[in-house]
């Protein structure tokens, strides 16, 4: 990115050549430079370092952090952030406030500093990359409370990013990578003296550990949302009662359209209001019944609303629905213990558990015909699945029958046999005892 003359060679001949000698390189470096120093200094005159940058020689530690970072693979020059002039090793003409530098930058400078070229279509049309940080950084509560109330502890692009070891988004390693983000953001927002006065919650990282999201994040199931997922990256932001439905239907798409047919959507619910933001446990049945925030008892308490009887109803309905599957699947269990096929059964008891599990997304839309539908639908397979087996052990009884019979007819044939055998072997004998009298 550097656009002054190129130098001979770029990020330090010593430590791309000879990775293995760089501490020692650099020490030795560092005390002949000095000495060059304090003979440059003492004639009066400045010495130019040909062999790379200067800033290299006197910041070993900086220097190497940068060199596997995404800025220093890229070719960005400490210069390109600083300023100064890394062609001088005489510290006070290398980091010449006259030559640009800058050591320290407050938040706006920061802003400013990394938008400088990130913000610049014609520096980063060559890489792909989008150029709208700063713009959504303003929209940002975090841009609005620097800009408009001057509260200077808020997130910068290098709080998020780091400094010198900046990498690819898309690394694992990366600071603002999904599974890491939490952790990053925990810095400021699970810090209580820093939120607190702000009167910003200091749990919802704790809170967002807990819940269902945190939970699959944290065993790296990267289909769950982290914390820029809802909130966004530069623009965070804690989405508006009208954007919270958008914001969960990026994922659960069906039971956001469900949603929005329903009264309580009319009336502004959020699927916050019964499942919290951060700290969602599974949704059970128990929410009906409940009356702790999120459960319908919390706000529907008149016995005889109209919400009363949708809750009373679909609970009986529900219950019925998993009564009856739960006796066809252990009817089924039973037949193949007995030697049945029950190949198309078990077809059938899928299709009813899928039944049962679009119930908990239907729901969402409070309309009963729909509701009522779903579980009939669960009910109906699963009395399907009963006739099957009881025509099944039907058809066996015939078969016992049919076999007992035979059985008998066997037994009875034998039987006669045995007879004529023994009446046959009595007249022998009495025949032989004739013969020999
Ligand atoms: C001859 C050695 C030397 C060279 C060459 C040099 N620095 Fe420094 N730099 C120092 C020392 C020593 C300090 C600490 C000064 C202080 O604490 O006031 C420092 C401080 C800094 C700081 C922190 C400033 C602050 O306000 O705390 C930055 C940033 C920095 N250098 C960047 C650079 C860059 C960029 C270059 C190359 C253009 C460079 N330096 C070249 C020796 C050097
Ligand atoms: C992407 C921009 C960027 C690049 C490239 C960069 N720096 Fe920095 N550097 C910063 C920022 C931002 C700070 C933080 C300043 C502050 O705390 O206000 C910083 C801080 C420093 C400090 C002070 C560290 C401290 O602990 O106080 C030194 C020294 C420094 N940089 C040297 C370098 C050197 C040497 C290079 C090249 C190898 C370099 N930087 C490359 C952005 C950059
Ligand atoms: C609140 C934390 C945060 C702040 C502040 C922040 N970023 Fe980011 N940045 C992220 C996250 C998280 C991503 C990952 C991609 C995403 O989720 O959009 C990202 C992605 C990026 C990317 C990759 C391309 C893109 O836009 O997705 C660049 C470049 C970038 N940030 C630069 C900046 C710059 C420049 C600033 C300062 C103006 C800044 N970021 C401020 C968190 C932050
Ligand atoms: C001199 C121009 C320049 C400055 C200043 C600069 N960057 Fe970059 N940045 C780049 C280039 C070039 C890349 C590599 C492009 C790529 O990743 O494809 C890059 C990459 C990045 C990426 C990785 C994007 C990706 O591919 O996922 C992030 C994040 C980033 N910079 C943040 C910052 C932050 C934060 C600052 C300020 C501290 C900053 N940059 C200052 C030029 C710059
Ligand atoms: C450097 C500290 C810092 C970091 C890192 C940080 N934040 Fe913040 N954030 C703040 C501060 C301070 C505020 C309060 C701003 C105000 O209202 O004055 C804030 C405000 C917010 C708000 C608005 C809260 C409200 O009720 O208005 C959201 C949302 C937010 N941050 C999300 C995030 C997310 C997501 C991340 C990580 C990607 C993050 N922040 C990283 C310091 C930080
Ligand atoms: C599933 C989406 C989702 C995820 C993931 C999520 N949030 Fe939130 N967050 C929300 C919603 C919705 C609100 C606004 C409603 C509220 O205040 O409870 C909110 C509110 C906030 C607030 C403002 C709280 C206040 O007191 O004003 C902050 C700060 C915040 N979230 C930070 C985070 C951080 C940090 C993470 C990651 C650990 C995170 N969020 C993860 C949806 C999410
Ligand atoms: C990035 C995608 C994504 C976003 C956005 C998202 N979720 Fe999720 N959610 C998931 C995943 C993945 C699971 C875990 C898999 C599952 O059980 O469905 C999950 C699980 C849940 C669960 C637990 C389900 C169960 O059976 O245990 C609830 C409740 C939930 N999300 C509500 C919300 C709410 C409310 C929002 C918005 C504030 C939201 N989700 C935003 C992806 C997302
Ligand atoms: C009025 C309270 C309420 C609102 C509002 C609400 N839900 Fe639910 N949600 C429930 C109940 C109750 C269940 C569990 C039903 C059951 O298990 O029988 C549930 C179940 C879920 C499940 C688990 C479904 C599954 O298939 O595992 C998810 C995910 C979910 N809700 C997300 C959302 C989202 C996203 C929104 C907003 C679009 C939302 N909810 C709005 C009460 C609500
Ligand atoms: C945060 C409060 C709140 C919670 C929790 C809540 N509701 Fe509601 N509900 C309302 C409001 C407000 C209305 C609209 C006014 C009214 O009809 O009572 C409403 C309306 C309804 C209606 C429509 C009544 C009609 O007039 O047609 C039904 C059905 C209903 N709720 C069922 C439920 C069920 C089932 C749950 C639990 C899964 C639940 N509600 C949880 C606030 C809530």
């Known amino acids: 990115m550097n656009t002054r003359m190129p130098l001979p060679v770029k990020d330090g001949f010593v430590m791309k050549r000879f990775p293995e000698a760089r501490p020692a390189a650099l020490c030795l470096a560092r005390v002949l430079l000095l000495l060059c120093t304090f003979a440059s200094a003492s004639h009066a005159r400045i010495v130019r370092f040909e062999e790379?940058?200067?800033?290299?020689?006197?910041?070993?530690?900086?220097?190497?952090?940068?060199?596997?970072?995404?800025?220093?693979?890229?070719?960005?020059?400490?210069?390109?952030?600083?300023?100064?002039?890394?062609?001088?090793?005489?510290?006070?003409?290398?980091?010449n406030p006259a030559a640009g530098f800058q050591g320290r930058f407050g938040p706006e400078e920061t802003l400013s500093m990394c938008a400088g070229c990130h913000s610049d279509y014609e520096k980063m049309r060559q890489f792909g990359l989008p150029v709208d940080q700063l713009i959504q950084?303003?929209?940002?509560?975090?841009?609005?409370?620097?800009?408009?109330?001057?509260?200077?502890?808020?997130?910068?692009?290098?709080?998020?990013?780091?400094?010198?070891?900046?990498?690819?988004?898309?690394?694992?390693?990366?600071?603002?990578?999904?599974?890491?983000a939490p952790d990053m953001c925990a810095g400021c927002h699970e810090n209580r003296k820093l939120m607190k006065p702000l009167g910003v919650s200091a749990t919802v990282v704790a809170d967002y550990r807990k819940g269902q999201?945190?939970?699959?994040?944290?065993?790296?199931?990267?289909?769950?949302?982290?914390?820029?997922?809802?909130?966004?990256?530069?623009?965070?932001?804690?989405?508006?009662?009208?954007?919270?439905?958008?914001?969960?239907?990026?994922?659960?798409?069906?039971i956001r359209d469900q949603f929005k047919r329903s009264v309580h959507y009319r009336e502004r619910l959020e699927c916050i209001s019964c499942h919290g933001s951060h700290n969602n446990e599974p949704p059970s049945t128990a929410m009906f019944t409940s009356a702790r925030p999120g459960g319908c008892r919390n706000c529907h308490?008149?016995?005889?609303?109209?919400?009363?009887?949708?809750?009373?109803?679909?609970?009986?309905?529900?219950?019925?629905?998993?009564?009856?599957?739960?006796?066809?699947?252990?009817?089924?269990?039973?037949?193949?213990?007995?030697?049945?096929?029950?190949?198309?059964?078990?077809?059938?008891?899928?299709?009813a558990h899928t039944a049962l599990m679009e119930f908990r997304n239907t729901?969402?839309?409070?309309?009963?015909?729909?509701?009522?539908?779903?579980?009939?639908?669960?009910?109906?397979?699963?009395?399907?699945?009963?006739?099957?087996?009881?025509?099944?052990n039907e058809r066996i009884i015939d078969r016992r029958i049919v076999m007992v019979a035979v059985a008998g007819y066997m037994l009875a044939l034998l039987?006669?046999?045995?007879?004529?055998?023994?009446?046959?072997?009595?007249?022998?004998?009495e025949a032989q005892a004739q013969h020999d009298a």
């Open 52 to 95: 790379g940058s200067t800033c290299h020689v006197c910041h070993g530690k900086e220097t190497v952090t940068h060199a596997g970072s995404v800025h220093g693979r890229f070719d960005v020059s400490c210069v390109d952030c600083h300023g100064g002039d890394d062609t001088q090793i005489l510290w006070t003409a290398a980091m």
């Open 213 to 254: 999201h945190g939970r699959r994040l944290l065993e790296k199931d990267l289909a769950a949302p982290s914390c820029p997922t809802c909130h966004g990256a530069h623009s965070a932001a804690p989405p508006g009662v009208a954007e919270v439905v958008n914001v969960c239907g990026q994922c659960h798409g069906n």
């Open 415 to 429: 039987l006669m046999l045995f007879i004529k055998y023994r009446r046959l072997k009595k007249a022998h004998s």
């Open 137 to 180: 950084y303003k929209s940002s509560e975090h841009g609005k409370a620097l800009f408009q109330t001057g509260n200077k502890s808020v997130a910068v692009c290098t709080s998020c990013h780091g400094i010198h070891d900046i990498l690819e988004v898309k690394n694992p390693r990366a600071s603002v990578y999904p599974t890491n």
């Open 301 to 351: 308490t008149e016995p005889e609303s109209r919400a009363a009887v949708f809750i009373r109803d679909t609970l009986s309905h529900l219950s019925k629905a998993r009564k009856d599957l739960s006796a066809a699947e252990k009817a089924a269990e039973r037949a193949a213990r007995e030697g049945f096929y029950v190949e198309s059964e078990q077809v059938l008891l899928k299709e």
């Open 363 to 392: 729901q969402h839309s409070l309309d009963m015909p729909d509701t009522d539908a779903q579980l009939a639908t669960v009910s109906s397979k699963a009395s399907h699945v009963m006739d099957n087996i009881k025509a099944k």
